[in-house]
C-alpha cells in the first residue's frame, strides 16, 4: 500500500496491561476518526508490533509534508496543577488550570501552519462545545534533564 499523501506523522509507543482496553476504545472511536478530519490529514493507521519494540506504531498520512510534525493531546491532574508552592504565593492570580491541551507542534511555513491550526480549533471536533482558547508559538529554548540524555 502506498502512502496516501506527501507526508506522515509516525509515532510509537507500549501501553501499559491496565490501561489496554481503554486504549483501544479511545484510540479506535475517538483518536483515529479525530485525526483523520482534521484538514490535511488523509489516512490514519495502527499497527502492534510481531516482533520488536515499542508494541504499537501509528501512521498518519498527510497531504503536505509541512502539516504537522507532532500532536500531542494533554490531559490535566487538577490535584497535581493546584499544589501550593512558593512561586504560587508569589502571584496574586490563581491557577488557570484547562481541562486539556491540543498540543500541535510543525516545521513548516508558519502561515500554513498557522492557518492549519485555525481550521482545527473551528473545526466541528468540538462539536456545540465553544472553541477552545488558542496560541500559537514558536519554541526559542529547549533542555533536557541528564537522566533523559542518558537514556
Request: proline fraction near 5%; include cysteine.
Amino acid at each position: 500500500m502506498s502512502l496516501a499523501g506527501q507526508g506522515a506523522v509516525a509515532i510509537w509507543h507500549d501501553i501499559a496491561p491496565e490501561g489496554r482496553s481503554d486504549f483501544y476504545a479511545w484510540h479506535g472511536r475517538e483518536h483515529m476518526p479525530e485525526r483523520v478530519g482534521i484538514p490535511g490529514f488523509l489516512r490514519g493507521r495502527r499497527y502492534i508490533a510481531l516482533d520488536g519494540a515499542p508494541e504499537f506504531f501509528n501512521l498518519y498520512e498527510t497531504a503536505a509534508r509541512e502539516t504537522v510534525a507532532g500532536c500531542h493531546l494533554l490531559v490535566a491532574d487538577e490535584a497535581a496543577s493546584a499544589v501550593e508552592t512558593a512561586e504560587r504565593r508569589l502571584r496574586s492570580e490563581k491557577n488557570a488550570i484547562p481541562r486539556c491541551i491540543l498540543l500541535v507542534e510543525s516545521w513548516g511555513d508558519v502561515d500554513s501552519f498557522q492557518a492549519l491550526c485555525r481550521r482545527i480549533v473551528g473545526d466541528s471536533l468540538f462539536g456545540d462545545t465553544p472553541a477552545p482558547a488558542s496560541g500559537l508559538y514558536r519554541l526559542q529554548n529547549s533542555r533536557s534533564s541528564p537522566a533523559l540524555r542518558a537514556g
